[in-house]
């Protein structure tokens, strides 16, 4: 392991990190009573920037010069340090502006209230970057602008990835560059479009600011405001789901904007490099792509399911949903008030397709936006969102979870397995698309399936030590390990994370990471050979 050559990677992406943060830092600025010293001095958000732009550009600029000697003795080893602990880094530089606003908001100096700070600051920023969207704020349109965009950007940052991102403006990073491009980029495989890895990286970011343009433009004609449109589609377009609203997009009461976020939610849950063959004119790619249709009949005959459970069923009853677990459970009289109004969303057809199928797109996508309390819906709705929960994005995506090509390649190798079981010499090679899939690929998923869900369980284990309702503490933890944001009772579409103890805090941080960087790449720097 050559360490300079990894801190020199990580030193320029720290001096990328520090030029981004002028952004929140000019809207922070901006909403200053006055430009002087002393109002800077009294706003501890302003001072989280300025000390989180001074930190990355000085310090990475520094060990960028001292290590670049080293920068072309990478390898593979570290490629995927740089990685795992890059991301680590982005997130702690990015968690200091957080930080000062949480501890100015306890008004306490002690060790404690440090540390709950920096939980909290982290675990939003961790949630942030990896697109998680579970977050700890009991009141969001609270927080100031520069805070709001900020936890959004990184959002959309962290959604094709910061890595991808500096190795399209940075080209001469060293040799290791597809493996930072490999452990960042969600799915079992990634494909390059052109023989330059920084040209592949300039394409797809293309991509993905074009379409983040277009939803842009299409939320501002109906009439969003700049800001919110921005933040929202930040967290469309990665997948993400930070609002800079409460009862996050339900709050607009607007159909249109249901169907613009619905219709980019399901385009960023698609594999970018279908997106690019599509828009040079070769639809028939996608028509002929088994995983994108796979994961587009999915959507259609999951939300047909849903619609018509909501609208023969309604939700379920109140005496039943008012017994699920809340951190701050409400009166009687709120819930069945609350439960009321809620009621109304599905009195048509088309409303309770509409709503259907915004959770369902959401939750696949692992974007984590809700129109609905999606709790009090029968128990059969609610154990199928969080069965698409694992189930995730398409490959190449900026969606989470397990990622739809892996579970369509496990269901067609389980179908073989069972076709061997009567014909032991039978020889069916698994196809894809026509394309025959490697047998060591195959292992690698099922590896991969094995592991992913061995952490889920161990988690979730572990949660059940610091949250006193087991279907929250398993789905809290569905929720951060598949990137998806919102989880079920006490961590559902309209209950927050903030009252979780802090241990159990950062198991769900390390449940994010390893989510959004999909285990192997974390799990390898944390094996003892990886070091010799």
Same mark, same amino acid.
Request: glycine share 10%; proline share 4%.
């Given at each position: 392991?050559?360490?300079?050559?990894?801190?020199?990677?990580?030193?320029?992406?720290?001096?990328?990190?520090?030029?981004?943060?002028?952004?929140?830092?000019?809207?922070?600025?901006?909403?200053?009573?006055?430009?002087?010293?002393?109002?800077?001095?009294?706003?501890?958000?302003?001072?989280?920037?300025?000390?989180?732009?001074?930190?990355?550009?000085?310090?990475?600029?520094?060990?960028?010069?001292?290590?670049?000697?080293?920068?072309?003795?990478?390898?593979?080893?570290?490629?995927?340090?740089?990685?795992?602990?890059?991301?680590?880094?982005?997130?702690?530089?990015?968690?200091?502006?957080?930080?000062?606003?949480?501890?100015?908001?306890?008004?306490?100096?002690?060790?404690?209230?440090?540390?709950?700070?920096?939980?909290?600051?982290?675990?939003?920023?961790?949630?942030?970057?990896?697109?998680?969207?579970?977050?700890?704020?009991?009141?969001?349109?609270?927080?100031?602008?520069?805070?709001?965009?900020?936890?959004?950007?990184?959002?959309?940052?962290?959604?094709?990835?910061?890595?991808?991102?500096?190795?399209?403006?940075?080209?001469?990073?060293?040799?290791? $560059?597809?493996?930072?491009?490999?452990?960042?980029?969600?799915?079992?495989?990634?494909?390059?479009?052109?023989?330059?890895?920084?040209?592949?990286?300039?394409?797809?970011?293309?991509?993905?600011?074009?379409?983040?343009?277009?939803?842009?433009?299409?939320?501002?004609?109906?009439?969003?405001?700049?800001?919110?449109?921005?933040?929202?589609?930040?967290?469309t377009m990665a997948t993400g789901g930070f609002s800079t609203r409460d009862a996050s997009i339900g709050a607009y009461n607007s159909p249109y904007?249901?169907?613009?976020?619905?219709?980019?939610?399901?385009?960023?849950?698609?594999?970018?490099?279908?997106?690019?063959?599509?828009?040079?004119?070769?639809?028939r790619q996608a028509l002929l792509n088994r995983e994108f249709l796979f994961y587009t009949g999915m959507i259609l005959i999951t939300t047909l399911?849903?619609?018509?459970?909501?609208?023969? $069923?309604?939700?379920?009853?109140?005496?039943?949903?008012?017994?699920?677990?809340?951190?701050?459970?409400?009166?009687?009289?709120?819930?069945?008030?609350?439960?009321?109004?809620?009621?109304?969303?599905?009195?048509?057809?088309?409303?309770?397709?509409?709503?259907?199928?915004?959770?369902?797109?959401?939750?696949?996508?692992?974007?984590?936006?809700?129109?609905?309390?999606?709790?009090?819906?029968?128990?059969?709705?609610?154990?199928?969102?969080?069965?698409?929960?694992?189930?995730?994005?398409?490959?190449?995506?900026?969606?989470?979870?397990?990622?739809?090509?892996?579970?369509?390649?496990?269901?067609?190798?389980?179908?073989?397995?069972?076709?061997?079981?009567?014909?032991?010499?039978?020889?069916?090679?698994?196809?894809?698309?026509?394309?025959?899939?490697?047998?060591?690929?195959?292992?690698?998923?099922?590896?991969?399936?094995?592991?992913?869900?061995?952490?889920?369980?161990?988690?979730?284990?572990?949660?059940?030590?610091?949250?006193?309702?087991?279907?929250?503490?398993?789905?809290?933890?569905?929720?951060?390990?598949?990137?998806?944001?919102?989880?079920?009772?006490?961590?559902?579409?309209?209950?927050?994370?903030?009252?979780?103890?802090?241990?159990?805090?950062?198991?769900?941080?390390?449940?994010?990471?390893?989510?959004?960087?999909?285990?192997?790449t974390v799990l390898i720097v944390f094996r003892p050979s990886f070091w010799k």
């Amino acid at each position: 392991m050559n360490g300079k050559a990894v801190a020199y990677a990580i030193g320029k992406m720290m001096q990328l990190m520090g030029v981004v943060l002028c952004v929140p830092l000019g809207i922070a600025t901006f909403d200053l009573p006055e430009y002087s010293f002393s109002a800077i001095g009294q706003s501890p958000e302003t001072i989280g920037f300025i000390l989180a732009i001074a930190i990355c550009l000085v310090l990475g600029t520094f060990t960028a010069y001292v290590c670049r000697i080293d920068k072309d003795k990478q390898g593979i080893r570290e490629g995927y340090a740089i990685v795992t602990i890059g991301w680590i880094i982005f997130a702690l530089m990015g968690s200091i502006p957080f930080f000062f606003h949480f501890l100015a908001q306890s008004g306490q100096i002690g060790l404690s209230a440090v540390f709950l700070s920096f939980t909290d600051a982290f675990f939003e920023i961790m949630s942030g970057f990896t697109t998680t969207g579970s977050t700890i704020l009991t009141s969001i349109e609270t927080l100031p602008d520069s805070l709001l965009f900020w936890r959004s950007l990184t959002h959309w940052l962290g959604g094709m990835g910061i890595i991808t991102l500096a190795l399209a403006i940075f080209p001469a990073m060293g040799v290791s $560059g597809y493996q930072m491009f490999r452990g960042e980029i969600p799915g079992p495989t990634a494909d390059r479009l052109r023989p330059r890895l920084a040209q592949t990286a300039a394409i797809l970011w293309g991509v993905y600011a074009l379409l983040s343009g277009a939803q842009t433009v299409l939320l501002l004609l109906g009439g969003m405001p700049l800001f919110d449109s921005l933040c929202h589609t930040f967290g469309t377009m990665a997948t993400g789901g930070f609002s800079t609203r409460d009862a996050s997009i339900g709050a607009y009461n607007s159909p249109y904007f249901e169907w613009v976020i619905i219709i980019f939610m399901y385009l960023a849950g698609v594999n970018f490099l279908l997106h690019f063959n599509v828009l040079r004119g070769k639809w028939r790619q996608a028509l002929l792509n088994r995983e994108f249709l796979f994961y587009t009949g999915m959507i259609l005959i999951t939300t047909l399911f849903l619609s018509g459970i909501l609208y023969t $069923g309604s939700l379920k009853p109140s005496d039943q949903s008012y017994q699920h677990f809340r951190s701050d459970k409400p009166s009687a009289e709120v819930f069945d008030s609350n439960r009321g109004k809620e009621a109304e969303k599905y009195d048509g057809v088309h409303d309770c397709v509409r709503t259907s199928l915004f959770q369902v797109v959401a939750i696949t996508t692992t974007t984590g936006y809700a129109t609905a309390d999606f709790d009090l819906w029968p128990d059969v709705g609610r154990f199928t969102l969080l069965l698409l929960m694992f189930i995730g994005g398409c490959a190449g995506s900026t969606g989470g979870g397990m990622k739809q090509v892996r579970v369509l390649i496990l269901i067609k190798a389980g179908w073989r397995e069972l076709r061997r079981l009567t014909r032991p010499r039978l020889i069916a090679p698994l196809r894809m698309g026509g394309v025959t899939v490697e047998e060591d690929k195959i292992a690698n998923i099922a590896a991969f399936f094995i592991l992913f869900i061995l952490l889920f369980v161990a988690a979730s284990l572990l949660m059940t030590m610091f949250v006193p309702d087991l279907l929250t503490s398993i789905s809290a933890t569905a929720a951060c390990i598949n990137n998806i944001g919102p989880g079920l009772n006490g961590v559902g579409a309209i209950e927050n994370y903030g009252w979780i103890p802090i241990p159990g805090k950062w198991i769900l941080i390390a449940c994010m990471l390893l989510g959004r960087l999909e285990i192997f790449t974390v799990l390898i720097v944390f094996r003892p050979s990886f070091w010799k």
